[in-house]
């Protein structure tokens, strides 16, 4: 069994910054990909940002130069530093890992966690 925790999730004023964390645990091998996608209500879940094990990211174009994903392999924790924030980064923030077990390799979501820009 494999669960995501995130954690960091709150109410910012634009221009302001915010980190969010993402804790895997459980039957854990390796975690492979890692990154962040976001969701509005009405619209589909978009990426944001990820990361591979040895530390290539991706961004979507919307958070290049403001967001900032990095990881700490020996935690299984991933981060997303995000800077300049806008109204329209409101969301929910969803972690997800591409994780191997003993028996295989998967994808798996976190909980979600409210990101509110508005002044």
């Known amino acids: 069994q494999v669960q995501l925790v995130e954690s960091g999730g709150g109410l910012v004023q634009p221009g302001g910054s915010l980190r969010l964390s993402c804790a895997a645990s459980g039957s854990i091998v390796s975690i492979l990909t890692m990154g962040w996608h976001r969701q509005v209500p009405g619209k589909e879940r978009e990426l944001v940002a990820t990361i591979t094990r040895d530390g290539s990211t991706n961004y979507a174009s919307s958070v290049k130069g403001r967001f900032i994903i990095s990881r700490d392999n020996a935690k299984n924790t991933v981060y997303l530093q995000m800077n300049s924030l806008k109204p329209e980064d409101t969301a929910v923030y969803y972690c997800?890992?591409?994780?191997?077990?003993?028996?295989?390799?998967?994808?798996?979501w976190g909980q979600g966690t409210q990101v509110t820009v508005s002044s």
């Open positions: 997800k890992a591409k994780i191997l077990t003993t028996r295989t390799v998967n994808d798996y």
